[in-house]
């Protein structure tokens, strides 16, 4: 079956650095999305990564593993305005399926 | 560049009845997703139209439906509406498909009483 995880909550502070993970087991992979949605907003797209290794994007970054499976989201430099729901997507042919998302609440 | 509109944004109903919510895409863009968001499920995929044809669809009854216009904006319809379908509905519009990079609406929020 296709299964996306990622963990439901997670807390940091101001100015540290957080890694958001999303694990997968899907049919077929040709791609991993990841998206940000703040509170009663529209998700927004923040990085899509298709090759093994890590994308760098000012603050943001985003790594894949295809071999296992797992990506993951790191932001630096955390600053309140961070705190928001950050969704996982893979792409399985002409199909995407999202996770639940990970809540991150940024506290000073 | 225009983004995507949704409407209404905020839609209250009675258990039974029908609506209808409406999605504009981004010009030029000729894929609209449809997707239902609730505290629970997450972000669960309902059918993609792509120029005026349902290309791709989820795991929802047959009360969903949808379709397309030559201009490409989109309509979702929900009939005899249940309490569980209180959610977000969400459209995004995409170039070249739902699997590529979408471009989310603010949603509308569905209220079933």
Same mark, same amino acid.
């Given at each position: ?16 650095? *957080? ?32 090759? !093994?290794? $890590? ?19 790191? &932001? ?5 305005? !961070? ?8 792409? !399985? @042919?002409?199909? $995407? ?8 609440? *940024?506290?000073? | 560049?225009?983004? *995507? ?5 905020? &839609? ?8 209808? &919510? ?19 499920? @997450?972000?669960?995929? #309902? ?33 005899? $509406?249940?309490?569980? !379908?209180?959610?977000?509905? #969400? ?5 070249? @498909? ?6 989310? @609406?603010?949603?509308?929020? &569905?209220?079933?009483?």
């Amino acid at each position: 079956g296709q299964n996306i995880d990622q963990p439901t909550e997670m807390t940091a502070t101001e100015g540290a650095i *957080v890694q958001i993970n999303c694990t997968y087991q899907t049919s077929g992979f040709n791609g991993l999305f990841w998206y940000q949605q703040h509170a009663g907003e529209a998700p927004t797209f923040l990085s899509y990564n298709v090759l !093994d290794g $890590l994308e760098e994007k000012g603050r943001f970054s985003s790594f894949l593993s295809r071999s296992k499976g797992y990506s993951y989201l790191l &932001l630096k430099e955390l600053q309140m305005k !961070d705190s928001a729901s950050y969704l996982c997507a893979v792409r !399985d @042919g002409d199909k $995407l399926i999202f996770g639940t998302g990970t809540r991150l609440q *940024v506290f000073p | 560049k225009a983004g *995507v509109t949704q409407t209404p944004r905020y &839609l209250i109903k009675t258990r039974g009845q029908q609506v209808t &919510l409406s999605c504009s895409p981004i010009s030029g863009h000729r894929s609209v997703s449809w997707y239902q968001q609730t505290p629970g499920q @997450g972000l669960q995929f #309902l059918f993609e139209y792509f120029s005026e044809t349902q290309r791709n669809k989820g795991n929802f009854p047959g009360r969903f439906s949808g379709r397309q216009f030559s201009n490409s904006r989109s309509e979702m319809n929900v009939s005899t $509406l249940e309490l569980g !379908d209180s959610a977000l509905y #969400l459209c995004a519009s995409s170039l070249n @498909g739902y699997s590529y990079e979408q471009y989310f @609406g603010p949603g509308t929020r &569905l209220t079933v009483t």
